[in-house]
């Protein structure tokens, strides 16, 4: 039996990437485009002649005509973050119909849930930085044993009281907790069940869709949230999100075998970023940082918090580069360096007084650790827009060669801009062949 292919994105840094645009360039060219991790905090930013689009929950596939966008098993599910995402794409003109496929395991966001974080968050002397959109409160019930479920929708009375019976036992803990009111519990609950109810039409066994179609030889793309540094095993813990937004994730997310994949490919900016709190070694301060932001417009595009921002960092590059086992990388944003005539890369972190290319686990030792950095010449000449890579100036040329040798994996794409079009090319042997 012929097998199709495979393929994951994941951020190779704090996420915010530019993996939603990267996801769309790709997503021409497979069948299926499955999300595996994450809620309604991971937004993913594509352009369409003009068109802005901000998906939060929605598989960026979707945006694709005659592609099946799939929400996996290990999302968290919002029914009123999704039914207002699909208004705004419908009216957009895109037509949904059967395209979208929801996991009936995908475990629910609740209103408790968002309640209680904010409320969580508010109590920590030491801030994450959450969406407070309700995510890590879901997945601690999912890992409670304790959730509900997309597929239990589809008995509304006996989800209708699942509901009463988990709202009234949250009032009690919030009530202890946080000192907050009674609400009127059967009005939130009848709220909430009409609108989930209408997630009813799109429920389906994921796992068996997609093994069946990589079966028939089609072609499926997974496509993570967040970054590898934001992974809740292999992040900057505790200063990180609450799922598996590594290569791994996809697996288990998405009820697909190790063995069906063939390839990772990582995204990564050409200089770094992180949003909310938490260790960021090559974190650039001052007006150096503040026209960084200002020029790669970097703000949360969920939140519209300023991200931090700060040069690329080749440690922390190659670790995600490990963990996911990428086979290779997509850099974006290389335009926002246009302007510079000198451009730092950090190579070697040190502390305790050796120097390591190692990076550490602890959030504490990697707040304190000073950055060995490699100064490259800037090109000085707009890259915006390029499409070829002969028309790149030679120094970008030479910056691209040094990331790639930094991190041990080749680069096969370069995002020159935000729009489709605005994309060059380096290698498509990693797309599927028809």
């Known amino acids: 039996m012929s097998k199709g292919k495979a393929t994951i994105v994941v951020g190779v840094q704090w996420g915010d990437e530019g993996k939603g645009k990267v996801v769309d360039v ?32 929605i598989p960026t596939g979707l945006l694709r005509p005659g592609k099946i966008a799939v929400l996996g098993n290990g999302v968290v599910l919002d029914p009123p973050a999704l039914l207002q995402e699909l208004e705004t794409v419908q009216a957009a003109g895109i037509s949904v119909g059967q395209r979208l496929l929801i996991s009936e395991r995908a475990h629910l966001i609740l209103p408790y849930h968002r309640t209680h974080e904010q409320a969580a968050e508010a109590a920590r002397a030491s801030k994450i930085g959450t969406t407070s959109k309700g995510i890590g409160p879901s997945y601690e019930d999912k890992a409670g044993r304790r959730g509900l479920r997309a597929g239990d929708v589809r008995d509304l009375a006996g989800f209708r009281q699942k509901c009463l019976e988990a709202f009234a036992e949250k009032q009690r803990v919030a009530s202890a907790l946080y000192g907050h009111s ?15 109810r209408c997630i009813i039409p799109y429920l389906s066994d994921v796992s068996a869709h997609l093994n069946q179609a990589l079966d028939r030889g089609q072609t499926v793309l997974f496509e993570g949230a967040q970054g590898t540094l934001l992974d809740l095993d292999h992040g900057t813990y505790p200063f990180v999100t609450s799922s598996n937004a590594t290569a791994g994730g996809a697996c288990t997310g998405a009820g697909v075998g190790p063995t069906r994949i063939g390839a990772v490919i990582g995204v990564s900016k050409a200089y770094a970023t992180r949003v909310g709190s938490g260790p960021f070694p090559t974190e650039v301060t001052g007006p150096e940082g503040e026209k960084l932001r200002e020029r790669g417009s970097e703000y949360g595009s969920v939140t519209g918090r300023p991200r931090r921002c700060g040069w690329f960092d080749a440690v922390a590059a190659r670790y995600s580069a490990r963990v996911n086992h990428l086979s290779a990388l997509v850099i974006t944003k290389l335009d926002i360096l246009d302007h510079l005539a000198e ?6 972190y040190e502390w305790d007084g050796k120097r ?18 490699e100064v490259l010449p800037g090109w000085l000449q707009p890259t915006f827009g390029l499409t070829d890579y002969d028309q790149l100036p030679a120094k970008a040329k030479a910056y691209l060669s040094f990331l790639s040798g ?28 028809r």
């Open 26 to 57: 790709l997503a021409e060219h497979f069948d299926i485009v499955a999300r595996y991790q994450g809620g309604a905090n991971a937004g993913h930013t594509v352009i369409i002649d003009g068109n802005k689009f901000l998906l939060q929950l």
């Open 182 to 196: 009674a609400r009127d519990t059967v009005r939130q609950v009848d709220e909430y069940v009409s609108k989930a």
């Open 343 to 348: 451009i730092p890369v950090g190579v070697e």
């Open 356 to 373: 390591s290319t190692d990076f550490p686990a602890e959030a504490e030792v990697l707040e304190r650790v000073k950055v060995r950095y």
């Open 406 to 433: 930094q991190t041990g994996v080749p680069i096969v794409m370069v995002s020159t801009g935000p729009q489709r079009d605005q994309t060059l090319w380096m290698d498509r042997s990693l797309l599927p062949s």
